[in-house]
């Protein structure tokens, strides 16, 4: 079955950087868009970023363009989102998903704080 594993979460200073990553396994990674979502404490759900299954488009949020990097490898079926210059408010749990077929990972929480 469809399964997706995030990991890298942490806690860093404002102005750092941090590399999450998302294994995923039981589909065909490289036919798939995939996307970051992160949900901040007390907010919905947003859209982070996402990147279709040959990397050729990418998608940011306004608030991470600039900052953030979302990357694939689809030889070993994993995700990445490169995250520089962290604000306070990019603290939040963040969610891998397969984006075609609604799966989801079970979150990283990422936190932001000196």
């Known amino acids: 079955q469809v399964r997706l594993v995030e990991s890298g979460g942490a806690l860093v200073q404002p102005g750092g950087t941090l590399t999450l990553t998302c294994a995923a396994s039981?589909?065909?990674?490289?036919?798939?868009?995939m996307g970051w979502h992160r949900q901040r404490p007390g907010q919905e759900r947003e859209l982070v970023a996402r990147?279709?299954?040959?990397?050729?488009?990418?998608y940011y949020a306004e608030d991470v363009k600039g900052r953030f990097t979302i990357s694939r490898d689809n030889a070993k079926s994993t995700l990445f989102l490169q995250m520089g210059a962290l604000k306070s408010e990019d603290t939040a749990v963040y969610f891998c998903?397969?984006?075609?077929?609604?799966?989801w990972g079970q979150g990283v929480q990422v936190t932001v704080s000196s």
């Open positions: 998903q397969r984006m075609n077929g609604n799966y």
């Open positions: 039981g589909f065909d990674f490289g036919l798939y868009y």
């Open positions: 990147i279709d299954g040959t990397s050729a488009i990418k």
